[in-house]
């Protein structure tokens, strides 16, 4: 069964450092996004993306924040320069295009990032 | 604002039991779903919900679109200890386009007892 999958599991990165997430969708998925989870609390939106662009995102999401697309597989979240309450899990979700009613998300293993 | 509020936030059952949690909110959704997190990995599709009203089960699961659109009920019958874990509901907001961004509720910990 297709499965996003997610990269590296845990990254550990000094204050200040630039860090990149990556992720690669299910293949025939059209929309992706990326939501993050501190420890013990819910998951949160970040952002979604579709078409080669930033659909909706979330107040979380500053200028610190960016997403791309480079090739046609893998999606990737960078933060410019991490700061300790950038410690959570990432998790990168994707969906199909919603012909009826599909509009479920699947989402990856996640990727724990640890900033010191 | 745009909040989900589950509960219970804990639950701690014996092995056979049958288990309830439920989400409501003030806004309206137009899908919710429930999942399944265990430690360390991400959340695992169980059960996805379109229409107010609609009754879907998944094996021991069974989950209801409330007929409001504001609530959502998970049931497991006859639990076993590999349900332990942590289950979310999310939901789409009606009217929030098609961006498909999910909201979360803060998650119900359930604790299976052989």
């Known amino acids: 069964e297709p499965e996003v999958t997610q990269t590296p599991s845990h990254q550990v990165t000094q204050m200040g450092q630039e860090v990149i997430l990556r992720c690669v969708p299910i293949s025939n998925h059209l929309y992706f996004y990326w939501y993050r989870q501190i420890l013990g609390q819910k998951v949160e939106f970040l952002v979604s993306f579709y078409n080669n662009e930033i659909s909706e995102k979330s107040e979380i999401f500053d200028d610190q924040f960016s997403v791309e697309r480079p090739d046609g597989s893998n999606f990737t979240l960078k933060i410019r320069s991490t700061k300790l309450e950038d410690s959570a899990m990432y998790f990168c979700?994707?969906?199909?295009?919603?012909?009826?009613?599909?509009?479920?998300?699947?989402f990856g293993p996640g990727t724990r990032l640890t900033v010191l | 604002g745009q909040q989900l509020n589950q509960s219970p936030q804990s639950m701690f059952i014996q092995e056979g039991e049958d288990v309830s949690m439920n989400c409501t909110s003030s806004?309206?959704?137009?899908?919710w779903l429930w999942y399944k997190q265990e430690p360390g990995e991400g959340p695992v599709l169980l059960i996805a919900?379109?229409?107010?009203?609609e009754l879907t089960s998944n094996g021991r699961l069974t989950a209801q679109f409330g007929i409001t659109r504001k609530d959502s009920f998970l049931n497991i019958s006859a639990s076993i200890p590999s349900d332990v874990g942590i289950y979310f509901c999310?939901?789409?907001?009606?009217?929030?386009?098609?961006?498909?961004?999910?909201?979360f509720g803060q998650g119900t910990t359930l604790q299976v007892k052989p």
């Open positions: 979700a994707s969906r199909p295009l919603a012909r009826g009613n599909t509009d479920t998300q699947y």
């Open positions: 806004s309206i959704f137009n899908t």
């Open positions: 919900l379109y229409k107010a009203g």
């Open positions: 999310a939901g789409q907001l009606i009217g929030s386009g098609n961006t498909g961004k999910l909201i």
